[in-house]
């Protein structure tokens, strides 16, 4: 359950997500949850070309991009952290991995920076420890904000066994969340989304419910995560113009969406990490 708990200061942009139990009144429309995610559908309308494969899953390589924006999202399993991946780290990030009290979290940070440094790597002929990456705060200057990096616009994620991180050369927002069975969807939707979103979900029962409300809750994550923390005021419509959001199939344990600011949908590509972990 530690998913549902407290949010971390309203600034903080950091790369660690916030999980659904986030109280946040300020709602929005972003999208319909669907009964099952199976195939990305975009609260937009969006038919994407990109029909994602399982995590863990052969490349999923999509057709050809034309003009449109390309994504790159990579996925790992929790279980494919290794202790050596510290050697990547420069010392703001060995810092926080040492704060982490669980063993799990370690894991999930420890993999978000190392699939982020070793797919920036790949991209730009570096070593991983090379990359540079800045996670100042724009608010405090304190390195917890939202990584960032020269070149490439990223995004990292990370709940129950996945790691996630897309790279675009627009702004993207990737979120993961595990589908937690027990959660009081009513009561959280209650306080978090409108009156029109709680009705939606009421058409759901048991397992169904938290999967509908864990997809909403990503595809909302997303699009915030690509667009900042300005846009989350605003947010109380439909998707704005603008911005592309769909889900992506990783499996009935977890919901994900990707969001992407551009004008037509993205090309999404879904690679599996483990190449970059061995
Ligand atoms: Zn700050």
Redesign the pocket.
């Known amino acids: 359950m530690d998913r549902w708990g407290p949010a971390r ?1 309203a ?2 942009q950091a790369d660690v997500d916030t999980g659904p139990g986030v109280t946040d009144t300020r709602r929005t429309t972003a999208g319909r949850p669907g009964a099952d995610a199976a195939g990305p559908r975009g609260a937009a309308g969006v038919e994407s070309a990109h029909r994602a494969v399982g995590v863990g899953g052969a490349r999923g390589a999509v057709g050809v991009g034309g003009g449109r924006a390309v994504v790159e999202v990579w996925w790992a399993r929790v279980g494919a952290a290794r202790d050596g991946f510290v050697g990547d780290l420069d010392s703001v990030e060995r810092g926080r991995l040492a704060a982490y009290v669980r063993e799990v979290d370690r894991a999930r940070f420890l993999l978000g920076v190392t699939i982020t440094r070793r797919a920036l790597g790949r991209r730009f002929s570096l070593l991983a420890a090379s990359v540079s990456l800045d996670r100042t ?1 724009t ?2 200057g ?1 390195p ?2 939202k990584v960032r990096a020269e070149g490439v616009e990223l995004s990292v994620t990370h709940s129950g066994d996945l790691v996630g991180v897309a790279f675009g050369e627009r702004p993207v927002g990737l979120d993961v969340e595990k589908v937690d069975a027990g959660v009081d969807v009513d009561g959280v939707a209650r306080v978090a989304l409108s009156a029109d979103d709680v009705r939606a979900l009421a058409e759901y029962d048991g397992i169904a419910k938290a999967r509908a409300f864990t997809a909403y809750w990503t595809r909302r994550e997303a699009v915030l995560k690509a667009t900042g923390e300005g846009l989350r005021g605003e947010l109380r419509g439909p998707v704005p113009a603008g911005i592309q959001v769909q889900e992506l199939d990783v499996g009935a344990d977890h919901r994900a969406a990707l969001a992407v600011v551009s004008a037509e949908p993205p090309v999404v590509r879904i690679e599996d990490a483990t190449q970059l972990l061995s």
Do not use: L, V
């Open positions: 200061p600034h903080r705060c608010e405090c304190k917890h904000g």
